[in-house]
C-alpha cells in the first residue's frame, strides 16, 4: 500500500508541473503577441483597406511625428547657433542695422512657429499613447488616412477644421 501513494503522489506531481507549463505558455504567448514590435518596410504606406487606426498605422504615424520633430529641432538648433555668431558683427551703417535686425527678427518668427509646431507634434504624440490619435477632437470621426499623411498633427476632420476656422475669423473680426 505504501508503494502505490508514492506512485499516485509522483503522477499527481507531474501532471501539475505540465498544466502549469502550458499554462504559462499559453500566457507568455498571449502576453508577447500584442507586445511585440510592429514590423514593416520603410517604404510601407498605411492603406484604406487595412483596419482605420491598427498599431501598424499608430506606429507609422508615431515615427513619422518622431522625424519630424527631430528634424525640426535640429533646424532650430543650427538657427540660434546660426544666429548667435552674427551677433557679434555690429556694423557702421545703419542700413545695414536694420536689415540685420529685420533678417534676426524674420528668422526668430521662423524659430518660433517651428517650437509650436513642435508642440503640436508632442500632442499629436500624445493622443497616439491615448488611442485618439485620428479620430477628431470634435466629433469623434476618423479624420482619414489621406489627411493625416499630408497633416499629421491634425486634430478636427476638413468639415471642422472649417467650422473652426469661421468661428475664429468671426471672432477675430469682433
Known amino acids: 500500500m505504501p508503494k502505490t501513494s508514492k506512485v499516485k503522489k509522483k503522477v499527481s506531481k507531474t501532471k501539475s ?4 507549463k502550458a499554462k504559462t505558455k499559453v500566457t507568455s504567448k498571449l502576453k ?3 507586445k511585440g514590435p510592429i514590423k514593416f518596410s520603410k517604404t510601407y504606406i498605411p492603406k484604406d483597406t487595412e483596419k482605420y487606426m491598427c498599431e501598424k498605422h499608430k506606429v507609422f504615424f508615431r515615427m ?10 535640429r533646424a532650430n538648433n543650427e538657427a540660434l547657433y546660426n544666429g548667435s555668431m552674427d ?3 555690429v ?3 545703419i542700413v545695414d542695422q536694420a536689415s540685420s535686425y529685420t533678417d534676426k527678427n524674420v528668422e526668430m518668427k521662423a524659430i518660433n512657429r517651428q517650437i509650436k509646431l513642435i508642440s503640436e507634434i508632442d500632442k499629436a504624440l500624445l493622443r497616439i499613447k491615448d488611442e485618439t490619435f485620428g479620430y477628431c477632437l470634435d466629433t469623434a470621426e476618423p479624420i482619414g488616412l489621406k489627411r493625416l499623411m499630408a497633416r499629421p498633427i ?3 476632420t ?6 473652426h476656422e469661421k468661428n475664429e475669423k468671426v471672432h477675430a473680426d469682433d
Not at 508541473?17 to 502549469?20: A, C, G, N
Not at 513619422?64 to 527631430?70: E, R
Not at 476638413?158 to 467650422?163: C, H, L, N, R, T
Open 91 to 93: 556694423s557702421a551703417d
Open 154 to 156: 491634425a486634430k478636427y
Open 158 to 163: 476638413i468639415a471642422a477644421q472649417e467650422k
Open 64 to 73: 513619422k511625428l518622431q522625424d519630424w520633430k527631430k528634424e525640426l529641432v
Open 87 to 89: 551677433d557679434n558683427s
Open 32 to 34: 508577447a503577441t500584442p
Open 17 to 20: 508541473k505540465s498544466t502549469s
